[in-house]
């Protein structure tokens, strides 16, 4: 087997679960033990291969990996080491560098963080010379260190990676700098230490980095004063390139400002006046929307800010992006900017009571669940229907789902695919045109069906569609496939077994079930069902869960997750079976 065949990396959703260092330690000895310098490389630089890779490893060693533990005590840390093969006879040694990163991140005196460094040396798969460079502060308990290593262990910011370059010369550093460059790395300091005549230079990986390991070392002995001179420019070009923390903070608070720009966009139909008359200018859109010249110029501004409309010398032009805002385009997303900019834009100005009494803010803005408040407001029920049909793009990878492919291909009897509390049918509509064999039944709220049955009837699939008026407990027997869209985020745990229980007892043994949910990441990786999180919390009382979650509800209603799929715009499609 090749190395790269077997690889495997600790990673942040490894790390963020495991309490104890030696744990990392092991596992960041085991990559030092094990993996060759060309499968690092191309896994630190996604999309390095062929000829480039070949000269990275032609001029490159793999040094070592680096790991900030903290541990109570000299013993201890001396204990973890052992338990995973790691020893060494030097006595720690300072380590100024990491200190002052710690200090600075953390805002601590520098004189408070004794980080101690120790090389134990171990064997590469082919016997070659490395080291596991582990940098420790000890973190006695009860001590007032104790937040920062939870937070280091979770994000593991001095962890990298380090390959020396045996043969240094001007001209071979700087092609590898520019190699690490061209594929995203990018320079995040360095320096000459005269004790070991060395220059190191440092870079973040790439954001597409398939490894933990967010820092890479390259060390060339000697002193390269010109090389680095260009290096650091590099850095200090990038460091004041970031905006700073208020610049940072005042571009998140005005995301208000954006949501409500977007729905103003949508209200005024700008979309639609803009495709019909392109590179009309700001007086011109103004008489067709019925607005100022010179407000709507301040909003179509901000809007090409965000990059909804472009302008021209001829006028404004929407962008893709914009296209969607507009009623008449095919996926339109009007519908989620007009709900987002109003009902539940509402409810977000009682986040705070949220998350102090855990009443969702819809609720307490109004008196009642918003499932209620929209039964009773038919032109708002319809809005959210068509807000919910807005993102039928997560929808357009699903009909090929193996499940659906092999109901449809299934000799016999045509099969059934029951689509509960399907809206109005956008879901089931897609799956029974993409496979003409197979039949669907909808069961909705009877105010829905009507729109449902509109829409399907308009189609291929219409005459192969029943419906059904009811309820969670309604879900019709007897079928083979049975569809379940966005529909558990909207409820408590409580009331997702429920239905789950009640999809369960109308199952055949040999029927599936398709859950689609937006599933959160089981680390800190950025993730749209993150933001729902908050969203579902604030207006319906629900929440989006992470797969685990979703096979033990499953399981407690005798379901069992089979796999789970990605889809678009965050989403997953859960596939269950009875048990």
């Not at 040999?510 to 990441?521: C, I, S, T």
Request: aromatic letters at 6%.
């Amino acid at each position: 087997m090749h190395p790269q065949d077997s690889f495997t990396m600790p990673t942040h959703t490894t790390k963020a679960h495991v309490a104890d260092d030696a744990a990392r330690l092991s596992a960041t000895a085991g990559l030092v033990r094990e993996q060759d310098a060309s499968v690092l490389f191309a896994h630190v630089l996604p999309g390095l291969d062929g000829p480039e890779l070949r000269a990275l490893t032609d001029r490159c060693r793999f040094a070592h990996a680096a790991v900030l533990v903290f541990p109570p005590d000299a013993h201890t840390l001396r204990t973890e080491m052992a338990a995973c093969g790691l020893t060494t006879d030097g006595a720690a040694q300072p380590s100024v560098v990491v200190r002052d990163r710690l200090a600075a991140r953390h805002r601590r005196d520098p004189a408070d963080l004794d980080v101690r460094i120790l090389r134990p040396a171990v064997r590469g798969p082919d016997g070659d010379h490395r080291a596991v460079e582990v940098f420790a502060l000890t973190v006695p308990p009860g001590s007032g260190l104790s937040a920062i290593a939870s937070h280091e262990r979770r994000l593991d910011h001095e962890a990298h990676l380090a390959f020396d370059v045996p043969r240094p010369d001007p001209l071979v550093l700087r092609g590898l700098l520019a190699s690490f460059a061209r594929h995203g790395a990018t320079a995040d300091g360095g320096g000459y230490n005269p004790h070991e005549d060395g220059t190191v230079f440092y870079f973040t990986a790439p954001p597409g980095t398939k490894t933990a390991y967010r820092r890479v070392e390259l060390y060339a002995s000697g002193e390269h004063h010109e090389v680095l001179t260009e290096h650091l420019a590099e850095t200090s070009a990038r460091r004041q390139a970031r905006p700073q923390p208020a610049e940072t903070l005042l571009r998140l608070l005005t995301g208000a400002w954006t949501t409500q720009a977007l729905a103003a966009c949508a209200q005024l139909r700008l979309p639609e006046a803009i495709a019909r008359h392109p590179g009309a200018g700001t007086a011109a859109l103004a008489r067709v929307v019925g607005a100022q010249p010179r407000t709507l110029a301040t909003l179509l501004r901000y809007l090409a800010m965000l990059g909804v409309v472009s302008e021209a010398p001829d006028g404004f032009h929407l962008t893709g992006v914009g296209e969607l805002l507009d009623a008449r385009a095919p996926g339109s997303m009007r519908p989620l900017a007009l709900m987002y900019g109003g009902p539940f834009y509402q409810s977000f100005a009682h986040l705070t009571h949220t998350v102090r009494t855990g009443e969702p803010g819809f609720d307490h803005l109004h008196g009642e669940n918003h499932f209620d408040h929209f039964a009773r407001d038919p032109e708002l029920a319809a809005l959210f229907d068509q807000s919910m049909a807005s993102s039928a793009l997560i929808f357009d990878s699903l009909p090929a789902h193996p499940v659906l492919t092999a109901a449809a291909g299934a000799a016999g009897r045509p099969r059934t695919v029951v689509d509960i509390a399907g809206g109005t049918g956008e879901l089931l509509g897609r799956v029974l045109t993409a496979h003409p064999t197979l039949r669907g039944v909808l069961l909705e709220r009877p105010q829905v069906l009507a729109a449902a049955r509109t829409r399907l009837t308009a189609t291929d699939a219409g005459d192969r569609c029943d419906y059904r008026a009811g309820d969670f407990a309604d879900v019709p027997p007897g079928g083979d496939v049975y569809l379940l869209s966005r529909v558990l985020h909207d409820w408590d745990d409580d009331r997702c077994r429920t239905i789950l229980r009640h999809c369960a007892d109308a199952m055949p043994e040999h029927a599936d079930l398709l859950v689609v949910e937006r599933l959160l990441p089981p680390d800190d990786t950025p993730s749209l069902a993150t933001a729902w999180d908050l969203h579902m919390m604030c207006n319906t009382g629900g929440r989006e869960r992470t797969a685990d979650h979703y096979a033990r509800l499953l399981n407690d209603a005798g379901l069992d997750l089979v796999a789970h799929t990605p889809l678009p715009l965050g989403a997953h499609t859960l596939h269950a079976r009875r048990t």
